[in-house]
Nanobody, 118 residues
């Protein structure tokens, strides 16, 4: 049974930090690129960051470059999103996504809420 379980969301003040985690199970983690997406109220879902296996260069949305860092631990089947200097416009539900490198197979987590507000 495939599972992507996000954690680490919450309420934080502007300028603060959060670290999201996504624990994966039920598939071969190393054969998937891992991504974080987000959906803000009234907006389309957008790609925040994507990482292939260690050694590859992560990709970031322009709006988060220099503030967010994606990483993965293949030994723990976990992907992380370190979010610093958070802004109110970062408020959204953040989703973990796994996309197979070669086949049309992908999985979504259920999401975790991040709210940036004073």
């Amino acid at each position: 049974q495939v599972q992507l379980v996000e954690s680490g969301g919450g309420l934080v003040q502007p300028g603060g930090s959060l670290r999201l985690s996504c624990a994966a199970s039920g598939f071969t983690f190393t054969t998937y690129a891992m991504s974080w997406y987000r959906r803000a109220p009234g907006k389309e879902r957008e790609l925040v960051a994507r990482i292939t296996n260690p050694g590859g260069s992560p990709n970031y949305a322009n709006s988060v470059k220099g503030r967010f860092t994606i990483s993965r631990d293949n030994a723990k089947n976990t992907v992380y999103l370190q979010m610093n200097s958070l802004k109110p416009e970062d408020t959204a539900v953040y989703y973990c996504y796994a996309g197979h490198y070669y086949y049309a197979k992908n999985y979504w987590g259920k999401g975790t809420q991040v709210t940036v507000s004073s």
